[in-house]
């Protein structure tokens, strides 16, 4: 069976172009060591400070740091085109220069100063990248107009329905190699570990492959794709976008969906994807948080603690915290003008910390540590899992729903000496009867 997939390209018309990709064996992925443990915490440089600048950022380092972060992963550091502006700043995702930074941000030398400290804190470091489409006047535009699909009047087409940019022509192989030759210019200049990519979905698997083969034989550089298609773990990718858990997770916060109705997402990712293939969990990012109110929206209230708790501790996932979360900020940032951030109550800080603390301490939340579901409850609300490897195991237990349940443990294996994670308590947890509040939550270590 063939997995197709095409450039949708609007200008005056619409131009379909379609490529296909033959399956691939589901061999397991190899992974950088240290994401396997690690978080990502995403950064919008442009509203994180009231001067929106690196410098400025990188003075919350140490406090990232001792929250437990593990990966900074950077929105788009390039200069934002100035044709078709959207706003009064642009669209971070309209570049105009693959190699160089943002004005805004701070120079180049700003950036490795940033990287070298994120480093030296024993921190990694990935970048947004937009390989899908430039900006109205990136410079290719005017020194390779042949790297650009056209509309109808010959000119470049604009992307998708992004009118402040304009798609890319991946028949073109030196445009092909024009791009991986920025991305490597970003490994080589300044020791980036890895690239988030933009609308990976609507780039060839071809590519794909040969932009991943290139770059790691330079550093073993971690890749995430933002699409959700097993060709783009098969060519390359270590982690995709879980949209279909997402959107689960969404209905079942509405009380649309029971809680395990989880169950049938996770079985379609481990059936169609190669293993070890890891998704990168998440309650609000960029997009979302913009566009779709998560997670004050779509998680609102109490109903977002226990899908937070869910999106750190799944298997095969590495969990994400956009910025602002750990506030909470409670409002959807301005995408193409400034709306600064403000850090003063942390008020989540302290819950984020113990999970991403954890997940580092112990193997048993590694994204390879084995996954059990277990039952706890009426299975219509109670979600509860265990983790483990290397002889550490996690217990989580997850009320998604709105009403008060009781649970009861009967699994022999979860005898022993657990403690709660958020009290620091020893509990016994097995044998027992006991009630959990609505949206509640019990995350339980063993010693």
Not at 103 to 111: A, K, L, R, Y
Not at 352 to 360: G, P, V
Request: net charge neutral; glycine share 6%; with cysteine.
């Amino acid at each position: 069976m063939k997995i197709f997939y095409a450039f949708l390209i609007l200008g005056l018309g619409t131009t379909s172009v379609a490529f296909s990709q033959e399956p691939k064996p589901k061999t397991p992925l190899k992974h950088p060591s240290w994401i396997m443990k690690s978080n990502i915490y995403e950064v919008n440089v442009r509203q994180y400070t009231p001067e929106g600048t690196l410098n400025a950022f990188a003075k919350h380092l140490d406090r990232l740091k001792n929250m437990g972060v593990g990966t900074l992963w950077f929105m788009p550091l390039n200069p934002i085109s100035k044709l078709d502006r959207k706003g009064s700043l642009g669209s971070y995702y309209a570049v105009s220069d693959y190699t160089a930074v943002n004005p805004e941000f701070g120079t180049m030398q700003d950036w490795k100063n940033v990287v070298k400290t994120i480093h030296a804190k024993g921190m990694k470091v990935i970048i947004d990248w937009v390989p899908n489409h430039t900006g109205a006047d990136n410079k290719w535009i005017y020194s390779h107009p042949d790297f650009y699909v056209k509309d109808k009047d010959g000119k470049p087409a604009v992307a998708y329905d992004w009118t402040d940019t304009r798609q890319l022509d991946y028949k073109n192989e030196v445009m092909q190699d024009s791009m991986i030759a920025a991305m490597k210019y970003w490994i080589d200049s300044s020791d980036i570990d890895g690239f988030r990519c933009d609308v990976a979905w609507n780039v060839p698997g071809s590519f794909w492959k040969k932009c991943t083969d290139t770059l790691r034989k330079v550093k073993q550089i971690f890749m995430l794709a933002e699409g959700d298609n097993p060709y783009l773990a098969e060519n390359g990718f270590d982690a995709v976008y879980p949209w279909k858990m997402f959107q689960m997770m969404k209905k079942v916060a509405k009380g649309e969906r029971p809680a395990f109705a989880l169950d049938s997402v996770k079985m379609e990712y481990d059936s169609t994807f190669p293993p070890n293939t890891i998704q990168m969990y998440f309650t609000s990012n960029h997009d979302e948080n913009s566009w779709n109110s998560a997670d004050f929206g779509t998680f609102p209230g109490m109903s977002h603690t226990p899908f937070a708790i869910f999106s750190q501790t799944m298997a095969q996932s590495v969990p994400l915290i956009y910025s602002g979360q750990e506030e909470p900020i409670l409002r959807a940032i301005k995408f193409f003008d400034k709306d600064t951030m403000e850090f003063k109550r942390l008020g989540r800080e302290k819950f984020y910390s113990a999970l991403l603390n954890l997940r580092q301490n112990t193997p048993a939340l590694s994204a390879d540590a084995s996954f059990k579901k277990i039952k706890a409850g009426d299975a219509n609300a109670v979600y509860a899992y265990v983790r483990e490897k290397s002889g550490k195991k996690v217990l989580v237990i997850l009320n998604l729903s709105d009403k008060e349940q009781t649970l009861k443990l009967t699994d022999k294996s979860l005898y022993g000496h657990p403690f709660n994670l958020f009290t620091g308590s020893p509990e016994q947890v097995s044998g027992k009867e006991w009630h959990m509040e609505p949206w509640g939550y019990a995350v339980y270590g063993y010693e």
